[in-house]
């Protein structure tokens, strides 16, 4: 779990968090001290580490207990941010974990997207809180149900009953069986994926079952078999969360690039090396590609030796930007959020998991905003000097900006006849939302009447403290 401030975090027994700039520090309680320096010299945690999969973790002393100081992912992204083929990734890889544990003489106590953070593509579980040692004649794993309930329900959720994944923001403990298959049709709550799952559990009610089961005594099993039992079991979930994943469907902005219409061959590769010349120039070490649609722009930036965050509001075409980023191996991670409406902080006093911007903020030293403007204009409805108050908060340094002019066919067809509030801005008007807060490196005009911008913030020079 992560915290937004230097409070710790207050939920695992056995340690707390405290966030500190660059780094991540675990205070672990002197009862738990053992148990963790234990596994923190198995080899499948050293490798996890080796592999990126794990945070590392530099064992300091701290009055009987311990500090275990981690780095600090750059940029957080939550489970309600994730397109499905992140939430797939987490998924698997806590069950990959989970079952190389098992080998080591470990087992997963919690199983929860919440415990995992992409670098890039790539996801990382950071709680090394999370294992306890095995009893070998035991084939249960205490966190089956918070698997079920908190990686596959949200998927089969959004594949068969079209919630949105973002709805996870308010089920920290995932859905119940009940309350999805009150939501199902009858030949949904019979369907294969729904019903051992679902509709056994609810017509069953297992889950008061379940939770008198734990506190049972269990059966002992010989190892080689409870080991046998466990391994089969992981496996089968990873099979059915890969089931689980909804296709992707066609949606207008991810369709966007191949159907473009107020863009030629030849624009749009002016577009295109104008924007690379510019990246290679300036070889940032990190960019925000706002609005990044198909991801080609954010691709581009990664080619350049950036590490790129891809924040895109379209859920089709965020998932395809996850999915480039980890079958190309880019160096892409995908949020899926709208600037217009960013995600709120939330948690217990809104300080567990913190807002979107406030995350972001300063955090590049490019921001890009190609064909994006008009969008918060016209859509939204955003002054235009406050959607460069934002910019100006958003980069460290430079601003990439297309900005399309009222005459563009795009932004025609956007105004839905309020050509008297939009239909004269102008240039000029770009320039005067800029005073005081950019200055203009590089102006490049297409031949479609559009015009690329290269702005420098002016560090201090903004005085009405947006």
Same mark, same amino acid.
């Given at each position: 779990? =992560?915290?937004? =401030?230097?409070?710790? =975090? /207050?939920?695992?027994?056995?340690?707390?968090?405290?966030?500190?700039?660059?780094?991540? @520090?675990?205070?672990?309680?002197?009862?738990?001290?053992?148990? @963790?320096?234990? /596994?923190?010299?198995?080899? *499948?945690?050293?490798?996890? @580490?080796?592999?990126?999969?794990?945070?590392?973790?530099?064992?300091?002393?701290?009055?009987?207990?311990?500090?275990?100081?981690?780095?600090?992912v750059r940029i957080v992204s939550y489970p309600w941010e994730w397109t499905p083929a992140q939430w797939l990734a987490a998924a698997e890889l806590t069950l990959k974990l989970g079952e190389q544990a098992l080998d080591a003489g470990w087992i997963l106590k919690d199983a929860t997207p919440l415990n995992i953070l992409f670098v890039g593509p790539q996801p990382v579980l950071v709680d090394v809180l999370s294992f306890d040692r095995r009893e070998p004649t035991s084939a249960v794993w205490l966190a089956y149900a918070q698997y079920v309930r908190t990686f596959l329900f949200p998927l089969l959720s959004k594949k068969m009953l079209h919630w949105p994944l973002e709805l996870t923001l308010f089920k920290r403990d995932g859905y119940e069986p009940a309350e999805m298959y009150a939501a199902m049709r009858w030949t949904q709550k019979m369907s294969r994926a729904a019903l051992w799952p679902i509709t056994l559990p609810a017509l069953l009610d297992k889950k008061k079952a379940a939770e008198n089961a734990a506190s049972a005594p269990q059966a002992k099993r010989d190892p080689e078999i409870?080991?046998?039992?466990?391994?089969?079991?992981?496996?089968?979930?990873?099979?059915?969360?890969?089931?689980?994943?909804?296709?992707?469907?066609?949606?207008?902005?991810?369709?966007?690039?191949? =159907?473009?219409?107020?863009?030629?061959?030849?624009?749009? &590769?002016?577009?295109?090396?104008?924007?690379?010349?510019?990246?290679?120039?300036?070889?940032?070490?990190?960019?925000?590609?706002?609005?990044a649609n198909t991801g080609e722009f954010s691709a581009l930036a990664a080619s350049c030796g950036a590490e790129v965050v891809a924040l895109e509001r379209d859920a089709e075409s965020a998932e395809r930007i996850a999915n480039l980023s980890r079958t190309q191996k880019l160096a892409i991670q995908t949020i899926h959020a709208d600037l217009a409406r960013p995600t709120p902080a939330v948690g217990w &006093?809104?300080? &567990?998991?913190?807002?979107?911007?406030?995350? #972001?903020?300063?955090? *590049?030293?490019?921001?890009?905003?190609?064909?994006?403007?008009?969008?918060?204009?016209?859509?939204?409805?955003?002054? #235009?000097?406050?959607?460069?108050?934002?910019?100006?908060?958003?980069?460290?340094?430079? #601003?990439? @900006?297309?900005?399309v002019p009222a005459t563009d066919p795009m932004f025609v067809s956007l105004m839905r006849g309020r050509d008297d509030l939009y239909g004269s801005l102008s240039e000029a008007d770009l320039m005067a939302a800029c005073e005081g807060r950019f200055r203009v490196v590089q102006r490049q005009g297409l031949n479609n009447g559009r015009v690329l911008f290269l702005f420098e913030r002016q560090i201090g020079a903004s005085t009405d403290g947006a």
């Amino acid at each position: 779990m =992560t915290f937004n =401030t230097s409070d710790p =975090t /207050f939920r695992d027994p056995a340690g707390s968090l405290v966030l500190e700039l660059g780094r991540a @520090v675990r205070h672990i309680r002197p009862e738990s001290r053992a148990e @963790v320096l234990a /596994f923190l010299a198995t080899p *499948f945690y050293q490798r996890a @580490v080796e592999r990126g999969e794990m945070s590392s973790s530099v064992v300091e002393e701290d009055a009987g207990g311990l500090r275990l100081i981690h780095p600090r992912v750059r940029i957080v992204s939550y489970p309600w941010e994730w397109t499905p083929a992140q939430w797939l990734a987490a998924a698997e890889l806590t069950l990959k974990l989970g079952e190389q544990a098992l080998d080591a003489g470990w087992i997963l106590k919690d199983a929860t997207p919440l415990n995992i953070l992409f670098v890039g593509p790539q996801p990382v579980l950071v709680d090394v809180l999370s294992f306890d040692r095995r009893e070998p004649t035991s084939a249960v794993w205490l966190a089956y149900a918070q698997y079920v309930r908190t990686f596959l329900f949200p998927l089969l959720s959004k594949k068969m009953l079209h919630w949105p994944l973002e709805l996870t923001l308010f089920k920290r403990d995932g859905y119940e069986p009940a309350e999805m298959y009150a939501a199902m049709r009858w030949t949904q709550k019979m369907s294969r994926a729904a019903l051992w799952p679902i509709t056994l559990p609810a017509l069953l009610d297992k889950k008061k079952a379940a939770e008198n089961a734990a506190s049972a005594p269990q059966a002992k099993r010989d190892p080689e078999i409870a080991l046998a039992i466990l391994k089969r079991m992981l496996r089968g979930l990873r099979k059915r969360t890969q089931n689980a994943v909804p296709r992707e469907a066609a949606s207008e902005w991810a369709e966007y690039m191949g =159907t473009l219409t107020h863009y030629s061959k030849d624009e749009a &590769e002016q577009k295109r090396d104008w924007v690379k010349a510019v990246l290679e120039e300036l070889r940032p070490e990190h960019v925000l590609d706002v609005g990044a649609n198909t991801g080609e722009f954010s691709a581009l930036a990664a080619s350049c030796g950036a590490e790129v965050v891809a924040l895109e509001r379209d859920a089709e075409s965020a998932e395809r930007i996850a999915n480039l980023s980890r079958t190309q191996k880019l160096a892409i991670q995908t949020i899926h959020a709208d600037l217009a409406r960013p995600t709120p902080a939330v948690g217990w &006093e809104n300080r &567990e998991s913190s807002a979107l911007l406030p995350r #972001l903020e300063e955090k *590049f030293e490019v921001v890009m905003m190609l064909a994006v403007i008009h969008h918060l204009l016209l859509l939204e409805q955003i002054p #235009l000097a406050a959607i460069m108050a934002l910019s100006e908060r958003l980069t460290a340094r430079y #601003l990439i @900006v297309e900005w399309v002019p009222a005459t563009d066919p795009m932004f025609v067809s956007l105004m839905r006849g309020r050509d008297d509030l939009y239909g004269s801005l102008s240039e000029a008007d770009l320039m005067a939302a800029c005073e005081g807060r950019f200055r203009v490196v590089q102006r490049q005009g297409l031949n479609n009447g559009r015009v690329l911008f290269l702005f420098e913030r002016q560090i201090g020079a903004s005085t009405d403290g947006a």
